[in-house]
Each structure stands twice: as C-alpha cells, then as structure tokens.
Nanobody, 127 residues
Framework: QVQLVESGGGLVQAGGSLRLTCAAS????????MGWFRQPAGKDRECVAR????????YYTNSVEGRFTISRDNAKNTVHLQMENLKPGDTAVYFC????????????????????WGQGIQVTVSP
C-alpha cells in the first residue's frame, strides 16, 4: 500500500512554470507505475503524463507534450511534474496516482487503472 501527497501547486500567470511533487510513503515505491491526472472544474479527470517503474519510459497527452515533463526519484519516493509555458487551459486540480505493476512500461491511462490517489492540488493559470 502507498499513500500519496501532492505539493507545489498555486497561481501562476500564463507562460509561467510550476513544479508539482508527489511524495509517496510505503515500501517498494519502484514497483509502482505512476501517473499525473488533472480535473478542471465540471469536467472529467484526464491523464496528462505517466511514467514507468524505473522512470525509463514516459508518456504525455498531446495537449501537454513538449511543455510538461514527468520524472521520478525512486531513492526519495517522489514523482515530479515540471510544467512550462502554462496556459489558462491547464487550470485544474492535479492528482498523482499509483498502481503496482510487474511491467516496465506504463500503458495505464484511465482513472480506473490506478489504485492509489493523492488528495489533489489546485493549479490556476491566469491570462
């Protein structure tokens, strides 16, 4: 079992940057595929980035490709989402999620694919 806590959100102007961190407690963090999701007000939750257990494979949704970077530090039990050139459309509550998996890839894109979730953190991008 793993517990997840997000930090690093806030208010930023369009074009600015933020770095989200997800800190995980529990054992065997390197057995978990990780994902970052976001949920704008009144909309569905979508996966914006995901990373494999070792960090060797990363994936992004089209709308953030080239602007967001997901990374992990298994020694520190953390996952990061570096967000550059932020746009008002990036405004949402951001969640990190985890699922134990034997696979080195991460094809888990649906909300239902993940077993553990953080509480979420607000990111607001002003025009």
């Amino acid at each position: 079992q793993v517990q997840l806590v997000e930090s690093g959100g806030g208010l930023v102007q369009a074009g600015g940057s933020l770095r989200l961190t997800c800190a995980a407690s529990g054992r065997a963090f390197n057995m978990y595929a990780m994902g970052w999701f976001r949920q704008p007000a009144g909309k569905d939750r979508e996966c914006v980035a995901r990373i494999s257990r070792s960090g060797g494979n990363t994936y992004y949704t089209n709308s953030v490709e080239g602007r967001f970077t997901i990374s992990r530090d298994n020694a520190k039990n953390t996952v990061h989402l570096q967000m550059e050139n932020l746009k008002p459309g990036d405004t949402a509550v951001y969640f990190c999620a985890a699922r134990a998996t034997p696979s080195e890839t991460n094809t888990l894109q649906r909300r239902s694919d993940y077993d553990y979730w953080g509480q979420g953190i607000q990111v607001t991008v002003s025009p």
